[in-house]
């Protein structure tokens, strides 16, 4: 079986629910305390063993091409500043894998902008990383489904139970259990944004899928889906229909970069961890908590 060692980042969304913020920054570079999301994502899958990431971009996201290049001139001042942590740490940003840039030059879904990967991956499996979404685990996300592939050999969704009010945003999965397994089951059939009584149960895939090269052919063949996009969620179903599927219930807590609450949240868990701000963060909450 061969290694996983490419990933997808769709980061060309528009990201109008964090408008006015994203008309300038986009959402992938909103920073968690002072690393922006996409890094987390990029140093997640390198942690996997993931050595080339193709980011899918558009117009006015190139802070994120800047982001992942050296710093020759905040080197030089910190260097004069005998900084020398702070330039090894923007040295193994620049170094974390080979970062790819491809843009999709017009915003048609999920779908649409993972079809646009088709020659990078060529005849490789690979994981999707949708770029809002920041999971935080002692285990990288990646690794858990890494494990699932390699035992059935087929592509793996992550998943999570969620509210009613979030699975009608999301996807809702059809699963049936596996023996001998807690946290993985098999899925033939799923549905994107289902309307009240269209769901199969309260799994939702949740920001990664592994996925073989044959959803290439399915993309290309897609109609339009949920919201008048190309799902991706859409191309997964046939395969999961055809020959199941496997969801993996990840470990680990997700943070949705696309919405004000998830940006909110995100930066609250990171603060409350960093050296810097952790002491300090954690007295202004106990304060203002008494407060509301
Ligand atoms: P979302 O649906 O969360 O992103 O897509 P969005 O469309 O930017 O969100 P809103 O509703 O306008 O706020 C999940 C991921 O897929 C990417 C997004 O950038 C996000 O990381 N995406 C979405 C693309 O790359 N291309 C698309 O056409 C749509």
Same mark, same amino acid.
């Given at each position: 079986?061969?290694? /996983?060692?490419?990933? /997808?980042?769709?980061?060309?969304?528009?990201?109008?629910?964090?408008?006015?913020?994203?008309?300038?920054?986009? *959402?992938?570079?909103?920073?968690?305390?002072?690393?922006?999301?996409?890094?987390? $994502?990029?140093?997640?899958?390198?942690?996997?063993?993931?050595?080339?990431? $193709?980011?899918?971009?558009?117009?006015?996201?190139?802070? @994120?091409?800047?982001?992942?290049?050296?710093?020759?001139?905040?080197?030089?001042?910190?260097?004069?500043?005998?900084?020398?942590?702070?330039?090894?740490?923007?040295?193994?940003?620049?170094?974390?894998?080979?970062?790819?840039?491809?843009?999709?030059?017009?915003?048609?879904?999920?779908?649409?902008?993972?079809?646009?990967?088709?020659?990078?991956?060529?005849?490789?499996?690979?994981? =999707?990383?949708?770029?809002?979404?920041?999971?935080?685990?002692?285990?990288?996300?990646?690794?858990? @489904?890494?494990? =699932?592939?390699?035992?059935?050999?087929?592509?793996?969704?992550? =998943?999570?139970?969620?509210?009613?009010?979030?699975?009608?945003?999301?996807?809702?999965?059809?699963?049936?259990?596996?023996?001998?397994?807690?946290?993985?089951?098999?899925?033939?059939?799923?549905?994107? *944004?289902?309307?009240?009584?269209?769901?199969?149960?309260?799994?939702?895939?949740?920001?990664?899928?592994?996925?073989?090269?044959?959803?290439?052919?399915?993309?290309?063949?897609?109609?339009?889906?949920?919201?008048?996009?190309?799902?991706?969620?859409?191309? /997964?179903?046939?395969?999961?229909?055809?020959?199941?599927?496997?969801?993996?219930?990840?470990?680990?807590?997700?943070?949705?970069?696309?919405?004000?609450?998830?940006? $909110?949240?995100?930066?609250? =868990? *990171?603060?409350?961890?960093?050296?810097?701000?952790?002491?300090?963060?954690?007295?202004?909450? *106990?304060?203002?908590?008494?407060?509301?």
């Amino acid at each position: 079986m061969k290694r /996983i060692t490419k990933a /997808i980042i769709p980061a060309a969304g528009l990201g109008t629910r964090m408008l006015p913020i994203s008309a300038a920054v986009c *959402k992938e570079m909103l920073p968690i305390v002072d690393i922006p999301a996409i890094c987390h $994502l990029v140093e997640e899958a390198a942690a996997c063993g993931i050595t080339d990431i $193709l980011i899918i971009t558009n117009r006015g996201k190139e802070i @994120m091409e800047n982001f992942f290049d050296l710093s020759p001139e905040y080197e030089a001042a910190l260097a004069a500043k005998a900084k020398y942590d702070e330039i090894d740490r923007l040295r193994e940003i620049a170094n974390t894998a080979n970062v790819y840039f491809l843009r999709q030059k017009e915003t048609l879904g999920l779908g649409h902008a993972v079809g646009r990967a088709r020659s990078f991956i060529g005849d490789d499996p690979f994981i =999707v990383m949708y770029g809002d979404d920041v999971i935080f685990s002692d285990r990288p996300v990646c690794g858990q @489904m890494m494990d =699932v592939y390699e035992k059935y050999g087929r592509p793996v969704v992550a =998943v999570k139970p969620v509210s009613p009010e979030e699975l009608s945003k999301y996807s809702s999965l059809k699963v049936e259990p596996i023996e001998g397994e807690d946290r993985v089951t098999y899925c033939t059939d799923m549905i994107e *944004k289902p309307k009240a009584g269209e769901e199969f149960s309260n799994l939702s895939i949740l920001g990664r899928v592994l996925l073989t090269p044959d959803i290439f052919d399915i993309i290309d063949e897609l109609d339009p889906g949920a919201g008048g996009e190309y799902q991706l969620t859409d191309a /997964i179903k046939q395969i999961a229909r055809e020959s199941g599927i496997y969801a993996l219930e990840f470990e680990g807590d997700r943070y949705d970069l696309g919405s004000k609450i998830g940006f $909110l949240k995100a930066n609250i =868990v *990171k603060g409350l961890e960093h050296p810097e701000t952790g002491g300090e963060l954690k007295a202004f909450i *106990k304060k203002i908590a008494e407060e509301i």
